[in-house]
C-alpha cells in the first residue's frame, strides 16, 4: 500500500517581526507612542486591587511625570480615558489637580463624548472644592445646550445634584428662565416662586421658555433627570391647567413611571393625574402595571396612589391595574412604611391622625381640578 505523503511543513510565520514593524510604524506615526506605551504599561499595573498601597503610589508618581504637560493631547486618544480616570481615583486631590486645570478648556466637549463624560463625572467626584469650581465655571453658560446632548446630560445632572451648591444650583436653572433673568443670576432662586416674586411682570415670558423647554424634554425623553425634572415642575406648579393637559401627551405618558419615585417627580405626576382628561388617565394607570408594588414602598411614590385613588373615577381599571397588584402583594407592602401609610389612606383618606398637615395639604392641591366628578376626600369628610 502507498503510504499518504507528510504535507509539506510550511515557513514558520514571523509574528515577532510583524509585531516589531507595527511598533516602528506607530511610533512613526505618533510622536507620543513610546510615551503612552509606559502609560499603558503602568496602567495595567495599577489597576489590580491587590496591589500593594506603597506600589499603586510609585505608579501614580510615576504616571503623573510622564502625563503632566501632555494631559491635554493624550486625552482624546480614546484608549487613555481609563489612565486619566485612574490616575484621578488613586492620586490625592493635589496630584490631579494638573489633570483637571489642563483639560478645563475641553470640559465642554469632554461631556459630550460617549466616554469623555466618564471622565468629567470623575474630575467632579475626586477633585478638589476649589477645582470643582473652576470645572462649574468652564461649564457655565452652556447648560441649555448641554442638557440636551445625549451624553453631556448625564453630566449636568451629576453636578446638579450631586456637588453643585444653592448658588450654583440657581445659576444653573436661571439658564432656562430665558436671557434676560440670566444677567440677574445672583439676585434670583432656582425655585420659579422667589423669581416670580422679585419680577412679577416677567412671568408669562419666563413661563414661555419653560414650557418650550419642557416639550423639548419631554420628546427627546429627558425627563428621568433630576435637573430636568426640576424645571418641568416649575412649569407644572405654574401653568395653566389647561396648558398642563396639552403636555400629557403619549410621549409624557410613557416617562411617567421613571419619575413617581423621586420628590419633584412625583409633584409632576401627581398633576398629570390632576388635569389630564379621562383618556389620559387611563393610560398613566395602565403604565403603572407592574410597578404598583415598588410605587407602595417608595417614600413618593405611594403619594401618586393617594393621588389617584383621590381623582380617577373608573374605579373598575383602579381595582384591576392598582388594587388586584396591592392584594397580591399585601403582606410585602404592609410591613414597609410608606405601604402602610397607602393601606391607611385606602381607609382613612386624609385623616389628620394618620397623616401631617403637610402630605394632606400637598394632596389638596388636586380637589380643584376640573375633569373629576367623584368628591374629593376633603369634601366628604
Known amino acids: 500500500k502507498n503510504k499518504k505523503r507528510k504535507p509539506e511543513a510550511k515557513e514558520p510565520k514571523e509574528p515577532l517581526k510583524k509585531k516589531a514593524l507595527k511598533k516602528v510604524r506607530k511610533a512613526c506615526e505618533d510622536n507620543d507612542y513610546e510615551t503612552i506605551t509606559k502609560i499603558k504599561a503602568l496602567w495595567e499595573k495599577g489597576r489590580v486591587s491587590e496591589i500593594e498601597p506603597a506600589k499603586q503610589a510609585k505608579i501614580v508618581e510615576e504616571l503623573k511625570g510622564l502625563m503632566e504637560g501632555k494631559v491635554e493631547s493624550l486625552m482624546f486618544k480614546h484608549d487613555l480615558a481609563r489612565v486619566v480616570q485612574l490616575l484621578l481615583r488613586l492620586g490625592k486631590a493635589n496630584d490631579s489637580n494638573f489633570i483637571v ?80 433673568l440670566y444677567l440677574y443670576r445672583d439676585l434670583l432662586s432656582e425655585h420659579f416662586s422667589k423669581v416670580i416674586e422679585l419680577y412679577p411682570d416677567k412671568k408669562d415670558k419666563v413661563l414661555e421658555e419653560l414650557l418650550g423647554h419642557t416639550q423639548v424634554f419631554i420628546e427627546k425623553g429627558l425627563s428621568g433627570h433630576i435637573i430636568v425634572q426640576h424645571l418641568m415642575l416649575q412649569y407644572f406648579l405654574h401653568g395653566s391647567e389647561e396648558s398642563i393637559q396639552e403636555l400629557v401627551s403619549d410621549k409624557l405618558i ?128
Request: glycine fraction near 4%; include cysteine; charged fraction near 25%.
Open 101 to 180: 486645570k489642563e483639560l478645563l478648556p475641553h470640559v465642554c466637549e469632554l461631556s459630550k463624548s460617549k466616554y469623555g463624560k466618564f471622565t468629567v463625572n470623575c474630575m467632579l467626584k475626586n477633585t478638589s472644592p476649589e477645582m470643582r469650581k473652576l470645572i462649574f465655571k468652564s461649564l457655565s453658560g452652556h447648560f441649555r445646550k448641554l442638557i440636551l446632548h445625549a451624553e453631556a446630560v448625564t453630566v449636568v445632572d451629576t453636578f446638579y445634584n450631586d456637588y453643585a451648591n444653592s448658588r450654583e444650583r440657581t445659576e444653573m436653572v436661571t439658564e432656562f428662565y430665558g436671557k434676560e
Open 254 to 381: 410613557e416617562q411617567i413611571v421613571n419619575f413617581v419615585h423621586t420628590k419633584e417627580g412625583s409633584k409632576i405626576a401627581m398633576r398629570c393625574l390632576w388635569y389630564s382628561k379621562a383618556k389620559e388617565r387611563k393610560l398613566i394607570i395602565r403604565t403603572f402595571k407592574g410597578h404598583v408594588k415598588d410605587m407602595c414602598m417608595n417614600e413618593n411614590g405611594y403619594l401618586v396612589l393617594c393621588a389617584l385613588f383621590d381623582c380617577v373615577d373608573d374605579t373598575v381599571l383602579v381595582k384591576k391595574a392598582i388594587l388586584s397588584e396591592i392584594m397580591e402583594n399585601l403582606d410585602t407592602i404592609a410591613m414597609s412604611q410608606y405601604g402602610r401609610l397607602l393601606l391607611n389612606y385606602i381607609l382613612a383618606p386624609r385623616s389628620t391622625k394618620l397623616f401631617p398637615p403637610s402630605i394632606i395639604d400637598c394632596l389638596k392641591v388636586g380637589d380643584t381640578n376640573n375633569v373629576s366628578k367623584k368628591r374629593s376626600p376633603s369634601q366628604t369628610n
